[in-house]
Nanobody
C-alpha cells in the first residue's frame, strides 16, 4: 500500500504560480510512476503530467506543456508539480496518483491522494 497526501493548493491570480507537493508513505515510493490529475466541475478527470520512477521520462498534457513541470525526489518520497503562468482554466481539484506498472503514462493508477483545490482568478 502507498498513502499519498497532496498539499500546496490555493487561490492564485492569472499568470501566477503554485507548487503542489505529494508526500508518499508506505511501500518504496521509487518503485512507482507518479502522476498528477485534475478534475474541474462538470468535466472528466484529466492526466496533467506523469513521471516514471527514476524521473528520467515525463509526460504532459498539451494544455499544460511549457507551463507545468513535474519532478520527484525519491529520497524525500515526494513528487511535485510546479505550475507557472496559470490560467483560469487550470482551476480544478488536483490529485496525486501512483502506478505500480503497466502502460505508462496512461493505464490504471493504483493509489490516489485526497485531492487539493487550485483556483485561478482572472
Amino acid at each position: 500500500q502507498v498513502q499519498l497526501i497532496e498539499s500546496g493548493g490555493g487561490l492564485v491570480q492569472s499568470g501566477g504560480s503554485l507548487r503542489l507537493s505529494c508526500a508518499a508513505s508506505g511501500r518504496t515510493f521509487s518503485d512507482y510512476a507518479s502522476g498528477w490529475f485534475r478534475q474541474a466541475p462538470g468535466k472528466e478527470r484529466e492526466l496533467v503530467g506523469s513521471i516514471i520512477w527514476s524521473g528520467s521520462s515525463t509526460y504532459y498534457a498539451d494544455s499544460v506543456k511549457g507551463r507545468f513541470t513535474i519532478s520527484r525526489d525519491n529520497a524525500k518520497n515526494t513528487v511535485y508539480l510546479q505550475m507557472n503562468n496559470m490560467k483560469p482554466e487550470d482551476t480544478a481539484v488536483y490529485y496525486c496518483a501512483a502506478k505500480a506498472g503497466g502502460r505508462w503514462p496512461f493505464g490504471q493508477y493504483n493509489y490516489w491522494g485526497q485531492g487539493t483545490q487550485v483556483t485561478v482568478s482572472a
